[in-house]
């Protein structure tokens, strides 16, 4: 079951930086996703039309997408909260958008300030308007598995959020684990349920590593035949020594699994450390990846002969 | 096939603070032991009888295990590399010792100044004496992933080893990651290896989150039948920002995953987090536990409500 091939969707260039401190300038936000399509990824979520008084960081993205450079194959999207800044996107060049729907009715009022169903409505519109432009669009489920406000959110909520997207012709619904508490206990629950409406083939997990266990939720969810993955270059968006710290998993993280299990992803590891190291330098602090971390300051023989008994 | 219940090996005394680069005093090790002891882990290392010149860190082992409050049902362990570290944790009220083999050849001679052959002899003497003394003994087999020296090691050497010393009566063999390379590609074929000529219930999995992959390695071990895994409270002997960090598997981490798989430990979440709370202050880092930094500084509503949308 588990499957031979696996799509990386960055989401580094947009939930990653929209959550850091440090505003990068557009330049380097350019360079930033130049580096990442060099790496190989596939799938970039490269930025966010959304009022630049709520999300600041978010508010040079006409700037960024004239800029990059765009590889022939490389899925350059960018996140919408409604048709406003679907009609933004358009103009800017955007092929493909990603709306964000709650699985938890509180976490919906707070964080996009509407019912569930109000902001399904919304997506319906953006789904007719994207169909008639020829935009793809893309689901976000957040709180999948659990909410901050609430606590437990029953999987068969999940899966009717996640089905009321699919059936407005969103072509895959990311089912996110907002605060980091999934663990392989409920990878199974979850998308169990969810694959009892839609087709795994359409299901994307995006994990945050906040409590460590993003790779293992992976494992879980790979051997219950999901093959695409959000990760973000070098786990930015969650500096784990800063207050919010919300942990991202890091794309160097989940290649290294992936690689270590034979399955092709087409991304460069290497490449990938190369994107972090520029980055590290712009968002003043040091980037969380555990993979990136060790290749940067690989062991010398003598630290490992001194420290080692085991 | 996976375990209803697993113990878990707590190292953190031993192979976390040894590798710590602040000089933690002998009563703050007897109060980390006895808050681990408390928070119900029943195998605690606690310290190691090696030679004073090569690893300071532990030369007041007979002081802690004089000092430690002994609970009944807890075992507490000690390193050693010879017959004359057996004699002197004997002499402490040591009842369970570790020696330490190696799967590469490199590494057993920087590590331990030894061929492999020969320590393996000088271990068939540590356990006839600790047999005749009443005591167990556990192997390590270190390098078992990967040398930092040779690069790959077969997973037969690895059984080898294992074999050897399951042969002259080490009650179990703790196969370890030394250099936090293992992901669940090649856990499937050590353990595999190893399983072929030593019960699975005698292996143990001794992991380090060098690259972010220690709870997935767990996940797919557990699949094989292990059900003894070594973690250290908090992380502890692998700062992620430190040059030469080996980075142990968290036991809180560990924790979490097991709890959310509903696998009976006997440890309480809380009280490890009380545990790394302490240390936190001795070692003079912040502790790499993911947990431990998700619980700690657990995000705000409104920090949430501002920085997400997925």
Known sequence: MRPERVTVVEVGPRDGLQNEAAAIAAADKVAFVDLLS??????????????????????????????????????????????????????AGV???????????????????????????????????????GMRVRGYVSTAFGCPFEGDVPPARV??????LIEMAVF?????????????????PVVDA???????????????????????????????????????????????????????????????MLDGLGIETGVELEALVAASRFMESRVGHAIPSRYYQAVRRPQSAAAVQKSKRD
Chains 1, 2 share one sequence.
């Open 159 to 164: 899966a009717s959020v996640a089905a009321a």
């Open 38 to 91: 060099a790496a190989g990824l596939a799938v970039i979520e490269t930025c966010a039309f959304v009022s630049a008084k709520w999300v600041p960081h978010m508010a040079d993205s006409a700037e960024v997408f004239a800029r990059i450079t765009r590889r022939p194959q490389v899925r350059y999207t960018a996140l919408v909260p409604n048709l406003a800044g679907l009609d933004r996107a358009h103009r």
């Open 194 to 256: 969810v694959a009892s409406r839609v087709p795994v083939s359409r299901i994307a997990l995006h994990l945050h590593d906040t409590r460590g266990t993003a790779l293992a939720n992976v494992l879980a969810a790979l051997e219950l035949g999901v093959s695409t993955f959000d990760a973000s270059c070098g786990g930015l968006g969650g500096c784990p020594y800063a207050p919010g710290a919300t942990g991202n998993l890091a794309t160097e993280d989940l290649i290294y």
């Open 172 to 188: 895959e619904v990311a089912i996110s684990d907002t605060i980091g508490i999934a663990h392989p206990g409920n990878v199974r």
């Open 95 to 133: 092929g493909e958008v990603a709306v964000f729907a709650a699985a938890s009715e509180s976490f919906s009022q707070r964080n996009i300030n509407q019912t569930i169903d109000a902001s399904l409505d919304t997506y319906r519109q953006v789904c007719e308007r994207a169909g008639e432009l």
